[in-house]
């Protein structure tokens, strides 16, 4: 599959992340310890929370949300740290993906990153990634209002995962907290 082709689906996916913050009902957290028990209820039929972790609405994934959280759809949390940090995780379907040899699949997370968020400022650092031996990217971005962001972004089977962490001051462990706890669990 050209990339070219897969270019402007993933960008579209990845658009998500432009759209303002806007606060909404603060979800909250059940009171169980356990890391998956059977009573695990869905939050406004959104995501699963358990204490200040969030499980994928299909239990393909998991993340710790620092902070408030301000959104909660079944496609994106986003939370503000008292820090003033905001942090946000997509998740949605990319069944595009089965037809991109994995060598590629970087090259298209490249390409669309930098033609969302890249345009906002300077792309300070790019990283390849993996998580269980899954193709990812991190871009670390020095945007044009001084603010500094980190973003990770995952294809996982047919799936996009995309994190990130927005800051007024500096990237902090509160933030390297957030994009460590991130977990796939693939079908």
């Known amino acids: 599959m050209q990339l070219n082709k897969m270019l402007p689906t993933l960008i579209n996916l990845i658009m998500f992340v432009a759209i303002p913050v806007g606060i909404q009902?603060?979800?909250?957290?059940?009171?169980s310890n356990q890391k998956y028990p059977d009573n695990l209820t869905l939050l406004n039929k959104n995501q699963?929370?358990?204490n200040d972790t969030y499980i994928g609405p299909n239990r393909d994934f998991e993340i710790m949300m620092p902070g408030i959280i301000t959104k909660n759809e079944i496609y994106e949390l986003t939370s503000v740290s008292s820090n003033k940090t905001v942090y946000t995780m997509i998740n949605t379907d990319?069944?595009?993906?089965s037809r991109i040899p994995i060598p590629q699949i970087r090259q298209i997370l490249q390409s669309a990153m930098r033609e969302t968020i890249g345009l906002t400022g300077k792309v300070i650092k790019?990283?390849?990634l993996e998580?269980?031996?899954?193709?990812?990217?991190?871009?670390?971005m020095q945007h044009s209002d001084g603010s500094l962001g980190q973003y990770r972004a995952f294809v996982v089977n047919q799936r996009l995962y995309f994190m990130g962490a927005l800051t007024p001051d500096e990237l902090t462990t509160e933030s390297v907290n957030f994009f460590d706890s991130f977990r796939v669990y693939p079908e």
């Open 131 to 140: 998580i269980d031996n899954y193709p990812g990217l991190e871009l670390l």
């Open 126 to 128: 790019s990283t390849n």
């Open 94 to 97: 990319f069944p595009e993906a």
């Open 25 to 31: 009902n603060s979800a909250t957290a059940l009171d």
């Open 48 to 50: 699963i929370a358990l």
